[in-house]
């Protein structure tokens, strides 16, 4: 009897577990496409609004073009790349991130924006070289931080009488705040996940753990 039970509830869990690993596979990719495909369908009602009636590739096709507002989006962006690398673009966008700056709670949240999307989409990722493990801000509690590209060196190596590591420990949700600390090469555990995965660990604020979303046994 006993027997038939333990394994009618081997069954139950085995089935349990298939069930959950079905949806953790399937529901991140089922709502990515979800959501991309509703992204590229309002992307196309607003650029639809933005074109000139006489400029509307609808009469002259006798059918719908599928992301098309994407491409003109993509366009777009382009070209404003290339207006904002000057002298002009940038003295207005300057101008306008002043204006931007000066509104109460305007101003937080698109100082907040874009730090993140110059974290992800610039070069200032390559700044670091790796991610370590540091005991900051005791002895006893470790944080996660990155190793900058730029050598120590000089004067703060010579007055500590030790080869130092600047140690960017950023805080979470947002890396792109922290403190600059120099520590002792020696004091410094390195990790093997890349830049973007720890970036993407502290933003999440641990829940997003590097490995955890391969399928190794």
């Known amino acids: ?26 529901a991140p990719v089922t709502i990515t496409i979800y959501m991309s495909y509703h992204l590229v369908l309002w992307i196309n009602e ?9 400029w509307k590739i609808g ?36 101008l306008g991130e002043r204006i931007i700056r000066k509104m109460p709670v305007i101003s ?13 989409l610039s070069q200032k990722s390559r700044s670091f070289n790796e991610v370590v493990l540091v005991e900051y801000p ?3 509690l470790w944080s996660i931080a990155f190793v900058s590209n730029s ?22 949700p947002n890396p792109t705040s922290g403190f600059l600390i120099f520590v002792p090469e020696k004091d410094v555990i390195k990790l093997d996940m890349s830049v973007e995965d720890g970036i993407k660990y502290v933003i999440s604020c641990g829940i997003v753990t590097p490995g955890t979303n391969n399928n190794e046994d």
Not at 10 to 20: D, E, M, V
Not at 66 to 92: D, E, N, Q, R, S
Not at 109 to 119: D, M, P, R
């Open 1 to 26: 009897m006993k027997n038939n039970q333990n394994s009618g509830n081997t069954i139950i869990n085995r089935i349990k577990n298939y069930f959950f690993t079905g949806v953790i596979v399937a």
């Open 46 to 54: 607003v650029t639809k609004r933005l074109i000139p009636q006489q």
């Open 59 to 94: 009469d002259f096709v006798p059918y719908a073009v599928p992301g098309l507002g994407l491409v003109l989006l993509l366009l777009l962006l382009l070209f404003i790349g290339m207006l904002t690398t000057g002298y002009i673009g940038k003295f207005f966008v300057r």
């Open 108 to 120: 937080s949240i698109y100082s907040l924006l874009k730090q993140i999307f110059e974290t992800f």
């Open 138 to 140: 005791r002895k006893g």
């Open 151 to 172: 050598e120590t060196g000089g004067e703060i190596d010579a007055k500590s009488g030790q080869k130092t590591l600047s140690i960017f420990v950023p805080t979470t």
